[in-house]
Every structure is written in C-alpha cells, then in structure tokens.
C-alpha cells in the first residue's frame, strides 16, 4: 500500500460572493448594472447618441429610486435624452435590470460617449531594400543590443506608417 500525501484541496469560489462581501450587495448590484447599461448602451440610444453620451453613475434617491447620470458632450444631446426618457428607463430595465429608475439626470462631460474599438493596425510589408538601407543606416552603433532594437523600432516605424497622411 502506497501512503499518499493528504493535503488539502483548494476549494474554488465565485467571484461574486468575494466582491458582495468586499463591496456589499447593494453597491455590487449597482455596478453590475451600470456595466451591462454601458454595454448595452449603442442599442438603447442609437450608435450616434452613443458615441456623444454615457451612462456615468446610478445614485440612490431618498425615495427609494434611482437616478441614472448620463455624461452629454453638448447640450443637444442632453435635450435628447430628456426626450428618449421613457424609453430609456424601460431599456436600462429590459437590458441591465435596473427597477425603479426614477430619473435621469445630465452631465456636461467633454469627451464624453463611448467610442467604438478601432480595428487592429495591419502592418504592411517591408521590403528588402528598404531592410537593407536601414540594416546601413544603423551599422555604425557598437552596441550589438542597441543596434538590434533601434532596426525593430524602425521597422515597426516603417511596417506601420501611414504613406496616405504624409
């Protein structure tokens, strides 16, 4: 018979339980909600609303609501969401969960939306001559290390250019 250690095993938890006894589960709530709003945000306001305006902040209100505060980087855009209000308050309750919204408040905010993720740069191709010339141009460097990374830099620089800009 072979002995075998007896250790423990690790005992695995959600995150949720960790964060509602860090944060409590009101304020864990809270936060949840205002990440699924601003996710779900483009569908709510329209793609172009949604890249002037955010959902910021979800506050209590003495009368057991809550008030969404929504960052405008115009004023027009404030006066929109005054007029999407009621469809906005059954949106945050159809995609986040949000019960009881009572208002929904303005902010002034420059810079404020949510901007769509740009694509990831392409890098184009290098050609050999142009390897050449810079693999000249560095040749003097002594440091061997230092040579190295100042040709990948300026490959990067080249690979990555924007010839229609200049």
């Given at each position: 018979?072979?002995i075998?250690?007896?250790?423990?095993?690790?005992?695995?938890?959600?995150?949720?339980?960790n964060?509602?006894?860090?944060?409590?589960?009101?304020?864990?709530?809270?936060?949840?909600?205002?990440?699924?709003?601003?996710?779900?945000?483009?569908?709510?306001?329209?793609?172009?609303?949604?890249?002037?305006?955010?959902?910021?902040?979800?506050?209590?209100?003495?009368?057991?609501?809550?008030?969404?505060?929504?960052?405008?980087?115009?004023?027009?855009?404030?006066?929109?969401?005054?007029?999407?209000?009621?469809?906005i308050?059954?949106?945050?309750?159809?995609?986040?969960?949000?019960?009881?919204l009572?208002?929904?408040?303005?902010?002034?905010?420059?810079?404020?939306?949510?901007?769509?993720?740009?694509?990831?740069?392409?890098?184009?191709?290098?050609s050999?001559?142009?390897?050449?010339t810079?693999?000249?141009?560095?040749?003097s460097?002594?440091?061997?290390?230092?040579?190295?990374?100042?040709?990948?830099?300026?490959?990067?620089?080249?690979?990555?250019?924007?010839?229609?800009?200049?």
């Open positions: 018979m072979s075998r250690n007896k250790r423990s095993r690790s005992s695995l938890s959600d995150l949720h339980s964060f509602s006894e860090i944060l409590g589960e009101d304020s864990l709530n809270e936060l949840i909600g205002l990440a699924r709003l601003r996710r779900a945000w483009p569908d709510i306001v329209g793609p172009m609303m949604a890249v002037r305006t955010e959902p910021v902040q979800l506050e209590h209100l003495s009368e057991d609501g809550i008030c969404l505060w929504v960052a405008v980087d115009h004023s027009i855009m404030s006066q929109q969401i005054r007029f999407l209000r009621d469809q308050r059954e949106a945050c309750y159809q995609h986040a969960r949000i019960k009881s009572h208002k929904i408040r303005t902010r002034l905010l420059p810079g404020a939306g949510i901007k769509p993720k740009l694509p990831k740069a392409k890098p184009k191709r290098v050999f001559r142009q390897k050449r810079l693999a000249k141009d560095v040749m460097i002594k440091d061997r290390t230092l040579r190295k990374a100042i040709f990948k830099a300026h490959m990067a620089q080249i690979a990555y250019s924007d010839e229609e800009n200049r």
